[in-house]
């Protein structure tokens, strides 16, 4: 069941995203494991709550993940940030391979069950997404332009701010702010397109 | 778009998404000179409300509550407000919220503006309209709550493609119903455009946003309201709004000059324009380019597919004629055009074109989902007429408000059930939540005392309410734990832990038994408090055990099950038995949720928004009879398990109706091969087909009253046809199709007025005249083909009665009503005559054998009775093509009778099904609803089928029903087999 998040461990962890950019691909291999093994517990552990109309909050897990791994006293701001940006895509990831494989296995049945982890909660504040929709048009926009859909995939998926999503980029937050406006409308018309 | 195209185009959405929706074509249109990109950007500005709510400043933001609404998302915003999707928390569902934004609401004149649409809207009832449900205020915000309507708009649809020529025109005859609907009560649209029309994936169109409607001069009573003065019309086309009309409005209207239903017309050969050659019909640089070619150009023909039936081509040039003189004059005008391209004469190539959307392979495929909670409006007040164990009958319902308490409404079930009887019937406890602070507190409503619902202090959190057995007290859940109030007064006191608790009751040794989490089993403690004992654990295949009932004698416990296969939806649930101190549980009803015995010998529960009954035999546990819908439009909680109903032992019933369903009504041919007939925006019910086959009347439900509609099928727009502050209900036509006989409450000074047969000229001309005047209750049955005799049902203090009513008079002289006289009458129900299509037999109900079955006798007599149906039946039809007569189960199966007729003999074949013909039953309980009528050519039968749940009625949420278990008997005999 997951990693235990000992304190010793979480030094290790905290050390090895202080090293994030500095650190072995085994260090990052390393981490991004640990980050995932947690993610996918959490995310299961979500999964069997009782309400199955509740909506993913991927901010919520990321959190939840962040605070169970790391010891986060000793991490710097943009170390914190770039924990977040691995788990986007992690969650991404996580999210994506739930909600087809309950689709699969629930073709034909009633879509309520497939909720849980179907739709993430928009975090600028409009209607839950479906996960795989929103998927595969971020998909089609990194095509166009992948430093928005990286920007976006930040956002919805790791549930970052502005601010944070700007800090592990490298941009202003108003640069983020409007990636992230355009990136609304041109997801919105795609995910409709597409349904 | 290449990436340099989309930067360039990010800029100017970024922009744009900082402005108010309204002025962001705008913004669009003046800073983005290339044309190509423009219409690329504007598309995606206009694309779906999905992801476009992030402008700051909007008066409500997600997670507001309204009232009883909590805000999702931003819809759209215009200048008479915005449009918020909104769910309603505790029923799970979602409407729209027009809210009138805050910066003006303080301005007297768009206030008025804003209760006049409210009212406008709410006139309009048509399937092809989007509804309003209600106008509402809370806490100083104005708010029109309204069909959401799910579904991309036409605007989307044909974004960059044209449709083919079906569905063009499928969409194009529902606009055209719409608006001749809307014209023929005198209201304008005004601001038409593929953006305000919907398709929901059933295929229905909904015209969304008569806001720019005003009621013609002819209809404004005051006369105040200069309705079409150019500065009205400039007024009510404020800023944004002008935007993304231009294209589709009328020259007079850009002019500024009076506008009137034909600028609707316009508007319409606009978007069918659109639709076929999937080309705005007048599309300039901007705003006022596009207005100078809808002034002095013709849009340009050749791009028109060139598969456009000539019918279609015409209408169009007719109804884009700039000289409103000589344009089409009546929306309806073009109905005939359709119809005419789509006869099979008219062949057409339907490849042209590529609908971009994918569709359903059946357009016009049925729901395939039905939520828990349902309909039925009115049924209670006809179930409450005429009272056979009382003295005095109760023959209107009883309404209770729950705001009448301090400004509270009823909980609708958040975490627990939300209402209770006292065991004697005289009180009733609910879960009111606060309209302010939301809080859900217990009240209690004395039901034979004229005062409001005392609020039972320090309860706040209250839920899952039930009373001591000798009714002084009451036990509920809050804060964790399970608390008793005295109903006299008093704080709460604390006994025991419940953390999550889920539902209790309180046995007559003083033991309460309760769920005290929401996956445990059941605990038990002494209401006088003290440490909870566990007394039941799950099974392996156990999820929850919730709601339990210590059933009489205290020997066993019912309660709500789940297993893991449930996936949480209680309509999977199952209603289990364990005895009591131990013993093996059985499952005794699966698919059900919120069990209880009552002492009338059944157990009822909640099964897809409908209550059930059955026979219960205590002693063995076990059930006695088949399960029976008795009521429709029950309100529950199916993610919870709650039942929003609770029974007293005196035999009184309680519940909260859930909203009124939109029922589709399909026709099915002797193959199951099902056609949509109407579609629907309202419920319906009580099928009669004219003589003739051409028309359709039946009641409908619009929120208040049932009042009979007729529709034309082959125009489809259905028409009113009575209209009078009481219910009218159960059209029967007279054979030569001139007449509609009726029960209405109508005409009646006393407070609760009882159901007597009238009737009406079927084309609304002439009054309508009383034909019976009768303390009973009465509906008509049945026309004797001579139609001169009028069978039907009444029903006295004791049973329903088979009457006859002999019409005197001829059609010149004027009709005279004779009086009525008996034809069946026992000590057991006789009811829905139905006569044969030569008169010499009648069909009709009968509970003689202890169930409803159908018989046949001979007309007028003598002769003996023929029982027709098998494991029980109602509401016999005879064919007037075929040797057959029709009725329907219990559970809603058409079934077929093939008979032969030799000399006084009456000889009934075996049962079969018609294949498909199955539809939900609202009940048994009270009025026959009738659900279906056979066409007259005998190959096809209109059917109401079960339709998608509405809002839930907070008005007037719970209906009383003195005499239930009376009823249960009659309708339900707990040893029915």
């Known amino acids: 069941m997951g990693i235990q998040s000992s304190p010793s461990q979480k030094q290790d962890l905290t050390d090895l995203l202080g090293r994030w950019a500095t650190g072995t691909p085994a260090d990052r291999e390393r981490l991004m494991s640990a980050v995932q093994r947690e993610l996918r517990r959490i995310a299961a552990a979500y999964m069997r709550r009782e309400r199955p109309d509740h909506t993913l909050q991927p901010t919520a897990l990321v959190h939840e993940a962040y605070l169970r791994l790391i010891n986060e006293r000793d991490v710097r701001w943009d170390g914190r940030a770039h924990f977040f940006g691995i788990a986007a895509r992690l969650m991404r990831q996580i999210l994506v391979d739930h909600a087809r494989k309950h689709r699969a296995g629930k073709r034909g049945m009633a879509t309520r069950t497939d909720r849980p982890l179907s739709e993430v909660a928009d975090p600028a504040g409009g209607q839950n997404l479906d996960v795989v929709a929103l998927h595969e048009a971020l998909d089609d926009l990194a095509a166009l332009d992948p430093r928005q859909a990286e920007i976006v995939e930040l956002r919805y998926f790791g549930g970052l701010t502005e601010a944070e999503v700007a800090t592990v980029k490298a941009l202003s937050p108003a640069t983020i702010r409007r990636e992230v406006a355009a990136a609304r409308f041109w997801l919105g018309r795609r995910m409709r397109d597409t349904q | 778009m290449n990436p340099s195209e989309w930067e360039r185009a990010k800029a100017l959405l970024a922009e744009a998404a900082t402005l108010p929706a309204a002025d962001r074509v705008r913004f669009v249109i003046e800073h983005c000179p290339d044309e190509e990109l423009r219409r690329e950007v504007i598309d995606l500005l206009d694309s779906p409300a999905a992801l476009t709510g992030i402008v700051a400043g909007h008066a409500l933001q997600p997670g507001a509550r309204v009232g009883p609404y909590v805000i999702e998302t931003l819809l759209g915003s215009g200048g008479m407000g915005e449009v918020y999707r909104a769910r309603d928390g505790t029923l799970n569902r979602c409407v729209a919220i027009k809210v009138l934004p805050d910066p003006v609401a303080d301005d007297p004149g768009r206030r008025s503006r804003f209760r006049r649409e409210a009212q406008i809207l709410a006139a309009l009832n048509h399937p092809n309209i989007a509804h309003i449900h209600g106008f509402e205020e809370f806490g100083g915000v104005d708010t029109l709550v309204m069909e959401l309507v799910d579904g991309p708009t036409l605007a989307d649809t044909i974004a960059h493609h044209a449709l083919t020529l079906t569905d063009a025109l499928a969409i194009a005859r529902q606009i055209i119903d719409a608006l001749d609907a809307a014209h023929g009560q005198g209201i304008v649209h005004r601001d038409l455009k593929p953006a305000n029309i919907k398709i929901r994936d059933d295929g229905t169109v909904k015209v969304l946003d008569f806001g720019l409607a005003k009621a013609l001069a002819s209809r404004t009573p005051s006369g105040t309201e200069a309705v079409s003065s150019p500065t009205a019309s400039v007024r009510s086309t404020e800023a944004g709004l002008v935007l993304g009309t231009a294209p589709y409005m009328a020259p007079e209207q850009a002019l500024g000059k009076t506008v009137d239903k034909r600028a609707d017309i316009w508007s319409f050969g606009c978007v069918l324009f659109e639709m076929l050659s999937g080309r705005r019909a007048f599309a300039g640089k901007d705003v006022s380019d596009t207005l100078s070619l809808v002034i002095g150009k013709d849009p ?594 058409i079934m077929i009778v093939s008979y032969s007729v030799a000399g006084a003999s009456f000889k009934a074949e075996l049962p079969r099904p018609w294949p498909g013909a199955r539809y939900t039953p609202r009940g048994l309980l009270g009025f026959r609803i009738r659900e279906f009528d056979l066409h007259p050519d005998g190959n096809r039968l209109a059917l109401v089928t079960a339709g998608a749940p509405g809002p839930p009625i907070r008005r007037f949420p719970v209906r009383i029903f003195l005499n239930f278990f009376d009823e249960l008997q009659r309708t339900a005999p707990p040893r029915g087999k």
Not at chain 2, 622 to 649: C, H, R, Y
Not at chain 2, 868 to 878: D, E, N
């Open chain 2, 300 to 893: 340009d023909w050749t791009a028109l597919p060139s598969n456009t039936p000539a019918p279609i081509a015409r209408v169009l040039r007719q109804c884009l004629h700039k000289d409103r003189s000589r344009r089409l004059a009546d929306i309806a005008d073009a109905r005939f055009a359709i119809e005419e391209a789509l006869t099979p004469s008219t062949e057409f190539d339907d490849t042209a074109g590529v609908s971009r959307a994918p569709r359903p392979a059946v357009w016009w495929r049925a729901l395939p989902w039905v939520l828990a909670a349902a309909t039925g409006g009115a049924l209670a007040f006809v179930l409450l007429s005429g009272s056979p164990s009382r003295t005095t009958p109760m023959t209107a319902p009883l309404h209770l408000t729950a705001d009448l308490a301090a400004g509270a409404v009823l909980s609708f079930g958040g975490t627990g059930s939300s209402l209770a009887l006292s065991p004697n019937g005289t009180e009733l406890a609910f879960i009111g939540h606060n309209l302010t602070d939301g809080v859900p507190r217990l009240f209690v409503r004395h039901l034979e005392r004229q005062e409001d619902a005392a609020l039972l202090p320090e309860t706040d959190g209250a839920m899952s309410p039930f009373f001591s057995p000798d009714g002084q007290w009451l036990a509920f859940f809050g804060s964790g734990k399970l608390k008793k109030i005295s109903v006299s007064g008093g704080a709460p006191i604390t006994l025991c832990d419940a953390p999550n608790a889920r539902g209790g009751d309180w046995g007559d040794d003083g033991t309460i038994f309760f769920s005290a989490d929401r996956q445990s089993g059941l605990s038990r403690v002494s209401s006088a408090g003290g440490a909870p004992v566990v007394t039941t654990t799950l099974d392996a295949g156990e999820l929850t055990q919730r709601f339990p009932q210590v059933l009489p004698g205290g020997k066993a416990l019912l309660y709500t099950s789940l297993s893991p296969q449930g996936d949480f939806d209680f309509d999977k649930g199952n209603l289990v038995v364990q005895p009591l101190p131990s013993g093996v549980r059985k499952v005794v009803q699966r698919g059900a949720y919120f069990g209880r015995y009552v002492p009338s010998g059944h157990l009822i529960f909640l099964r897809n928004g409908t209550l059930f009954a059955q026979g219960f035999d205590l002693a063995r546990l076990e059930v006695t009879s088949a399960p029976i819908p008795v009521i429709d439009n029950v309100a529950g909680n199916t993610t919870l398990g709650a039942g929003l109903f609770a029974v007293s032992n005196a035999g009184m019933l309680a519940y909260a109706p859930a909203g009124t369903r939109t029922r589709p009504i399909e026709s099915i041919d002797r193959f199951g091969k099902v056609a949509s007939l109407q579609s629907a925006s309202s419920d319906w019910s009580d099928l009669a087909f004219a003589p003739d086959g051409s028309r359709l009347a039946y009641p409908v439900w619009d929120g208040k009253l049932w009042d009979i509609w007729v529709a034309d099928l082959a125009r489809g727009a259905p028409t009113r046809l009575t209209s009078s502050n009481s219910h009218t209900q159960s059209p029967v036509w007279t054979p030569d199709g001139r007449r509609i006989a009726f029960a209405s409450q109508r005409g009646e000074r006393k407070v609760s007025p009882t159901f007597n047969l009238y009737w009406q000229r079927a084309d609304g001309s002439g009054d309508v005249q009383r034909l019976t005047t009768s303390e009973n209750m009465q509906a008509p049955g049945s026309w004797h083909p001579n139609g001169k005799v009028l069978a039907f049902e009444e029903r006295t203090p004791s049973h329903f009665n088979v009457m006859l009513l002999a019409m005197e008079g001829d059609e010149a002289s004027g009709w005279r009503p004779g009086t009525p006289t008996t034809l069946l009458s026992a000590d057991f129900d006789q009811r829905a005559p139905a006569f044969s299509p030569d008169g010499r037999w009648l069909a009709y109900e009968s509970s003689q054998s202890g169930q409803l079955h159908v018989y046949v006798r001979a007309f007028p007599g003598p002769g003996s009775q023929v029982q027709i149906s098998t494991g029980g039946g109602v509401l016999p039809k005879w064919s007037r093509t075929r040797r057959e007569l029709l009725y329907s189960t219990f559970d809603g199966q």
